[in-house]
């Protein structure tokens, strides 16, 4: 069992239930993590973290437009006196799916927002809590996609491969980067996780990754366990 007792944990974008970041929020407060959870909703954000201490979990809940830069900028401001030494672990859990459709037809629109939710989220949430994560010299656990992964499926899903691949190229820049400063970053490659959303659109009968196979490669990246392990993709599925 991975224990993460007096250790310092935020994940963003898990508020949504029958999703992998309920699941991974869950192992997290099960290990004993203290948990720090930024929603864009802060009503989200708080409930979350309410229903967590009533389990008799330490949680904060955070209100976050992740694609704003001053947005980011000040909640790490907010949270960074909360935590004096410093973050154990992130986990950019914020994102989302949307088909794109045949390139000739695609809509940029539908191209910006996801760039926006999937890879703008995840750089701007790391440029602000790097330095937490130095103190304590935690882990990164970024969500790619097995779509992002070479032979991967990516026929009318451009716009989400293109936003995964650089999640997967951020997070080999900060593995590279941080790597004298005992940060270390890796990458979840999943094919679908079997999640409510996927579930009520693919069926129950498809293949899926189960949440909590997800949740505990999660625990273990960022465990001191995998200590030697950085700047890796890991495909799940």
């Not at 890879?119 to 990164?140: E, K, M, N, Q």
């Amino acid at each position: 069992m991975t224990d993460f007792s007096g250790k310092v944990v935020l994940v963003t974008g898990a508020g949504r239930k029958g999703q992998v970041g309920e699941a991974v929020v869950d192992a997290f407060a099960a290990s004993g993590a203290r948990l720090i959870l930024i929603e864009r909703s802060l009503e989200a954000a708080q409930a979350h973290a309410e229903a967590l201490r009533a389990r008799g979990v330490q949680a904060d809940g955070y209100g976050c437009d992740l694609t704003d830069s001053d947005a980011v900028t000040a909640v790490a401001g907010r949270i960074g006196p909360t935590v004096p030494d410093g973050l154990h672990a992130l986990v950019p859990l914020a994102g989302g799916f949307e088909s794109s459709g045949r390139v000739a037809d695609s809509s940029p629109e539908v191209w910006h927002r996801q760039i926006a939710i999937n890879v703008t989220t995840a750089y701007l949430t790391t440029r602000a809590f790097l330095p937490l994560l130095r103190t304590a010299r935690g882990s990164i656990v970024y969500f790619a996609s097995a779509a992002a992964l070479p032979g991967g499926a990516v026929a009318e899903l451009s716009a989400y491969a293109v936003a995964k691949t650089g999640v997967l190229a951020l997070m080999r820049a900060v593995a590279a980067e941080e790597r004298s400063s005992g940060v270390r970053a890796n990458a979840l490659a999943p094919t679908s996780i079997r999640t409510a959303t996927n579930v009520a659109s693919m069926g129950t009968d498809a293949r899926y990754v189960e949440r909590e196979t997800v949740a505990q490669w999660v625990l273990y990246l960022t465990d001191h366990s995998s200590g030697p392990v950085t700047g890796q993709a890991f495909k799940l599925g």
